[in-house]
């Protein structure tokens, strides 16, 4: 009967955390699961449907543009720009992440079609002081390679957390890095691949990169709030910035990195980019005139590199299908900032979405960019795409949870540690198990999340921790690990307690008021 009150006892904590936990599910599902509306939205109602969802989301503001049959139709902002209470509008620029590498090939292109850029040519053609650890495969890469991010540049070559330099000087950091594939032989997203196409842009025009782009693309498209430098990103208006850290948005000036612009730190607003997807819509064409050839902007929106399930990469697009219907799409991020961009050609539809805020676990399960085909599939009048609302209102309380059984855990390793008992004979081929299965869990897993989180995660330990999932990965570990060495404790002072254990049950029983007893 004690033991079946005991389990009784167990199933009902154990219902009460699995009812708390599906009450904080049940509001994930709204956005989870697509409703039925499959009539194109109209300009306020998507308008709304993007202001709830930054609310949702915590993100203190954004902006967004929609283009219907290739022309800007409609523009919003929502939310606070800055600690001055100033407005967001859909002018207000804000640091765009990688939709700058769509900016960036738009200049190679145009020099392409000047005529002093060839595709085919390698990089050391234009940049004779590029190379990388193997200075013979560096050597074979080319501007196309580049482009499609086929170059075989790792991630890891652009280092958020190293010093700041300039375009030419993270080139030059190139010189110690491994190749993680042959030259063309399969895709590999890196800022590497646009840090270095923005450098052979300065090395052709002669110019700074921000003074070449400005000439080469924004001033022709009448991107007037666009630019690739942080004064004149302020004098333009640049808002705040924020890092979510369970849900809670700091405020403070945007990252911004001079030296990583060509691949994610150009500034620019929903309506500058609208312009873009204007020309990309019209095959060239902006307003009367051309800014590319349509050969041009077949080579820049046709996705040749396999991305796997994001779709083909282009040259600064990803070429993919939202709900069935072919899309060209990217999205852009820092650290404290996000944004995506959405056309979907045979229709001449397109969406702009900018915000100024961002956190790990929302680039982890891309919030903005489900945001942004959620729109594009509304304004489209397809079925909406899910979104993750009330994110991190499950998250804390996952978490809360999680470490709540933690620590009880911890307590009880504790307790069990002062106590130890010598395991009875029959139970220890289950006590090895079990004892194996712990070690596995309380010191293996968080050593292995130690060891490979900053790889996975792109960042040392040292920023991880600030941020939430990594403190919480962090903490996790150290508990798991504390945990761990609290049993092995106990299970020393076990054995210890082992012998004499095994003297009185295979010896003469003790002596019992002077009467010595033997057993069987």
Known sequence: MAICIRRLRISRKSAVVAVLFLVAALQVVPGLVANSQTHPATDAELEAYV?????????????????????????????????????????????????????????????????VLDLEAPAVRYLPAFRTADAEASASITVRQLL??????????????????????????????????????????????????????????????????????????????????????????????????????????????????????????????????????????????????????RALTTGVADAGPAGRYAMGWIETTLSGEPALMHDGSTTDESAVQIVLPRQRLAVVILTNGQSVLYELFQKTSTIGRSTAARLAGLPPTGTLEAFYLVFDIAILLLFAFMGRGL?????????????????HARTVGW??????????????????????????????????????????????LATGGVRLVGWARSRRLAPTQSVALDGDAPDVNGVTVRPG
């Not at 307590?411 to 139970?427: D, F, H, L, Q, T």
């Not at 070690?439 to 989180?453: E, N």
Request: charged fraction near 15%.
């Open 51 to 115: 202001s709830h969802q930054l609310a949702d989301a915590g993100l203190p503001a954004g902006s967004l543009a929609i283009v219907r049959d290739g022309h800007l139709e409609h523009s919003a902002g929502f939310g606070i720009a800055d600690s001055t209470s100033r407005r967001a509008k859909p002018d207000t620029p804000f640091v765009i992440g990688s939709l700058s590498k769509g900016l960036t090939a738009l200049a190679v292109l145009r020099l392409v079609e000047s005529g």
């Open 148 to 297: 499609h991010q086929t170059s075989g540049l790792p991630a890891s070559a652009v280092d958020l957390s190293a010093s700041v330099t300039t375009i030419d000087g993270a080139v030059a950091r190139f010189a110690d890095v491994e190749l993680s594939s042959s030259p063309g032989n399969q895709y590999g997203y890196s800022n590497a691949n646009y840090v270095l196409l923005g450098a052979i842009v300065q090395a052709v025009t002669g110019q700074p990169y921000a003074e070449a782009m400005t000439d080469l693309v924004f001033r022709p498209l009448g991107m007037t709030h666009t630019s690739a430098d942080l004064p004149t990103a302020e004098s333009n208006g640049l808002g705040d910035a924020h890092r979510l850290w369970f849900g809670l948005a700091d405020s403070h000036r945007p990252l911004f990195r001079p030296d990583v612009a060509p691949a994610g730190f150009v500034t620019s607003t929903a309506v500058d980019l609208a312009r873009v997807q204007e020309m990309v819509l019209a095959g060239g064409q902006l307003n009367g005139s051309a800014f590319l050839s349509p050969t041009s902007v």
């Open 411 to 427: 307590y009880r390793a504790v307790a069990a540690a002062r106590k130890a008992v010598a395991p009875s004979a029959g139970s």
């Open 435 to 480: 004892r194996v299965l712990r070690l596995y869990l309380d010191l293996l897993v968080p050593l292995g999340i130690l060891w490979r989180a900053p790889a996975f995660l792109a960042a040392p330990w040292w920023i991880l921790v600030r941020t939430d999932l990594g403190l919480v990965l962090f903490a996790f570990a150290i508990v798991r």
